[in-house]
């Protein structure tokens, strides 16, 4: 298995699961469509990994599109819900790869299989505890096909991020601390992020009756994930979002780049 590409897709995977949650309950307000502005810092104990990254993003968003540019690496990644695919653009080299949402559920299933043939060979202590940190982690990625359960915690904290008013929210799996959110309901960004995941095999267990009533968007999150080989800590702040009409043109990929073989993410 491919270590680096599936810690990647982990991270982004589960970057797009907190929005998704907390677009779980549809609400009265029209949906959002415009964009955000955020930094991500990232510190990490992995080998060959830098202790700290800090990476500038911008996010697109109107029903049925996303686009997320990291400004700093100069990598985008194109949903298309409507098409049921992802664009993966190097915007330095000019070439982007194609995965259909099929793929990237073979993808799992993949992921899953030689998880197993892995753990084969570890004692029944260290199985135990790999098992317990891909479910934790990674919503079922694990050798384990039982349901999970999502749900939260709140604090009853409150906050002012950019002047909205937000709710501190603590996200648990399996009542496992997962991530911790600063939510505002001034936005609604819809259920396809979460109709996505649960396509995608991610969003197997059920999710609280106080999850469901989570609203809004996190203007800052924080989460920890345990790799196995070191440690990742993340914490992402939204600096900008803006109500506007976004043009389809935004969720298209760029004239004159090039088609590349596309890698499923946890192949070898």
């Known amino acids: ?29 029209k949906k959002f469509e415009g964009y955000w502005e955020q930094q991500t810092v990232r510190k990490s104990t992995l080998p060959m ?39 993966t653009i190097d915007e330095k080299k000019k070439t982007y790869e194609e995965m259909t949402f099929a793929q990237m559920q073979e993808g799992m299933a993949q992921a899953k299989s030689e998880m197993k043939k892995e753990m084969k060979g570890m004692s029944a202590e ?18 384990e096909e039982g349901e999970f359960e999502i749900s939260v915690n709140r604090s009853g904290k409150k906050n002012k991020i950019l002047d ?60 920890s994930m345990n790799l196995g080989m070191g440690k990742m800590d993340s914490e992402s702040q939204v600096t900008k979002i803006v109500e506007t009409s976004v043009s389809d043109n935004e969720f298209e990929v760029p004239g004159g780049y090039s088609k590349q073989k596309s890698r499923m993410p946890f192949g070898k």
Do not use: H
């Open 164 to 223: 909205y008013n937000c709710e501190q929210i603590f996200l648990l799996l399996n009542n496992e601390p997962m991530m911790e959110m600063w939510v505002t309901d001034k936005f609604n960004l819809g259920t396809e992020f979460l109709e996505v995941y649960q396509k995608m095999g991610f969003m197997k267990g059920k999710l609280s009756d106080e999850a469901k009533k989570i609203r809004g968007i996190a203007l800052l999150t924080k989460m």
């Open 49 to 87: 990994q830098p202790k700290e990254v800090k990476e500038n993003e911008k996010t697109f968003y109107k029903s049925g599109k996303m686009k997320m540019m990291n400004l700093t690496t100069g990598r985008t990644t194109i949903f298309r819900f409507d098409k049921e695919l992802v664009w």
């Open 1 to 29: 298995m491919n270590r680096e590409r599936s810690k990647l897709l982990a991270c982004l995977m589960v970057a797009i699961f907190a929005i998704s949650f907390i677009a779980a309950g549809a609400f009265a307000q």
């Open 126 to 143: 260290e199985r135990k505890m790999m098992e317990k940190m891909m479910g934790k982690n990674m919503g079922g990625l694990s050798d």
